[in-house]
């Protein structure tokens, strides 16, 4: 059995030593594919192989069209918006992901990029605390409860909207569940976004919800760039001056926001939430075992298509 690594980011080194441990301790082979820039390289590469660990890497219909042994993806991560769901399904291939084993490493990168708007990026001004303010918390998956561990530390007040996980969980963790998406934004000086690119979420932070956060509001984005409205952020921020964004997904629109809201916006170049060695081991050796799980006893725990 062939088991490719296909990530266009790669991995930390550490990382790819233990998952060819796992793979090679099982009877399989390991295949890497890193930085390959190009969809015609890894067409090429998965025409062979049994399983495929990915991170951001787009699995479409015509990957797996391409993929003729292939019987399991593994998304190295949380989100699997990149891999078509249903062409896996028709192409009788499974596809999982590897929930909570990146998410304190998004979390903490959250914190960074708070930090840093509210010391106004580092420009030698004067800038504010995140102690006593108000943090909203979109969606309370895996990161959100991380990002609500770290507040604590920073002794912010933490709020947090998710339409899915029920109150009482929440709240079990100190955090104050509010009604609605839009008495979070309403109430909280910070907003960090945890929600998934779904059709749902698509577009769904939009002027009208960033627009009721308290003056000198903080959007923070290490989720999707998918799920802004870039067109009503843009306007917004030209409505309002004292709010700020940063983020770590870089915006379809990314040099209109930095032309327009220098000292205010700040984007990563390359999405860096997930990318540390720890969250790189955790998630990688995760995907490894799974598969393995998966070819050898038929394991399909953490299988996200039908
Ligand atoms: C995830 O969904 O797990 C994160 O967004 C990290 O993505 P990455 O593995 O592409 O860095």
Redesign the pocket.
């Given at each position: 059995m062939k088991i490719l690594v296909a990530t266009d980011?790669p991995f930390a080194k550490v990382a790819v030593d233990g998952i060819r441990k796992e793979i090679e301790a099982a009877g399989y082979e390991l295949v890497l594919l890193e930085k390959y820039g190009e969809k015609a390289k890894l067409l090429e590469a998965v025409k062979d192989v049994d399983a495929v660990i990915i991170?951001?890497d787009v699995v479409d219909a015509e990957v797996l069209d391409a993929a003729k042994q292939l019987k399991i993806v593994v998304r190295?991560?949380?989100?699997y918006d990149n891999v078509d769901l249903a062409a896996a399904t028709a192409h009788n291939v499974c596809v999982m992901n590897t929930p909570g084993q990146?998410s304190n490493a998004?979390a903490e990168l959250a914190f960074g990029m708070m930090v840093m708007a509210v010391r106004n990026m580092y420009n030698g001004t004067s800038g504010t605390e995140l102690k006593g303010k108000k943090l909203g918390i979109h969606a309370f998956g895996n990161v959100g409860r991380n990002v609500a561990r770290i507040a604590k530390g920073f002794g912010m007040e933490i709020y947090a909207y998710d339409a899915f996980c029920p109150k009482e969980v929440i709240e079990k963790d100190g955090v104050k569940a509010v009604d609605s998406v839009e008495e979070l934004y309403a109430t909280c000086n910070v907003v960090s976004l945890h929600i998934p690119a779904t059709p749902e979420t698509k577009e769904s932070i939009n002027y009208d919800l960033v627009n009721r956060m308290p003056k000198n509001g903080v959007l923070v984005n290490t989720a999707r760039k998918e799920v802004i409205h870039e067109a009503d952020l843009i306007r917004l921020l030209n409505d309002r001056a004292d709010l700020k964004y940063v983020t770590d997904i870089m915006p379809a629109h990314h040099a209109e926001f930095a032309e327009q809201f220098a000292g205010r916006y700040f984007s990563t170049p390359k999405?860096m939430?997930?990318?540390t060695a720890e969250a790189n081991i955790n998630a990688g050796i995760a995907a490894a075992k799974q598969i393995v799980g998966f070819l050898k006893d038929g394991c399909e725990k953490f299988r996200v298509n039908k």
């Amino acid at each position: 059995m062939k088991i490719l690594v296909a990530t266009d980011k790669p991995f930390a080194k550490v990382a790819v030593d233990g998952i060819r441990k796992e793979i090679e301790a099982a009877g399989y082979e390991l295949v890497l594919l890193e930085k390959y820039g190009e969809k015609a390289k890894l067409l090429e590469a998965v025409k062979d192989v049994d399983a495929v660990i990915i991170r951001s890497d787009v699995v479409d219909a015509e990957v797996l069209d391409a993929a003729k042994q292939l019987k399991i993806v593994v998304r190295a991560g949380a989100g699997y918006d990149n891999v078509d769901l249903a062409a896996a399904t028709a192409h009788n291939v499974c596809v999982m992901n590897t929930p909570g084993q990146n998410s304190n490493a998004v979390a903490e990168l959250a914190f960074g990029m708070m930090v840093m708007a509210v010391r106004n990026m580092y420009n030698g001004t004067s800038g504010t605390e995140l102690k006593g303010k108000k943090l909203g918390i979109h969606a309370f998956g895996n990161v959100g409860r991380n990002v609500a561990r770290i507040a604590k530390g920073f002794g912010m007040e933490i709020y947090a909207y998710d339409a899915f996980c029920p109150k009482e969980v929440i709240e079990k963790d100190g955090v104050k569940a509010v009604d609605s998406v839009e008495e979070l934004y309403a109430t909280c000086n910070v907003v960090s976004l945890h929600i998934p690119a779904t059709p749902e979420t698509k577009e769904s932070i939009n002027y009208d919800l960033v627009n009721r956060m308290p003056k000198n509001g903080v959007l923070v984005n290490t989720a999707r760039k998918e799920v802004i409205h870039e067109a009503d952020l843009i306007r917004l921020l030209n409505d309002r001056a004292d709010l700020k964004y940063v983020t770590d997904i870089m915006p379809a629109h990314h040099a209109e926001f930095a032309e327009q809201f220098a000292g205010r916006y700040f984007s990563t170049p390359k999405k860096m939430g997930a990318q540390t060695a720890e969250a790189n081991i955790n998630a990688g050796i995760a995907a490894a075992k799974q598969i393995v799980g998966f070819l050898k006893d038929g394991c399909e725990k953490f299988r996200v298509n039908k």
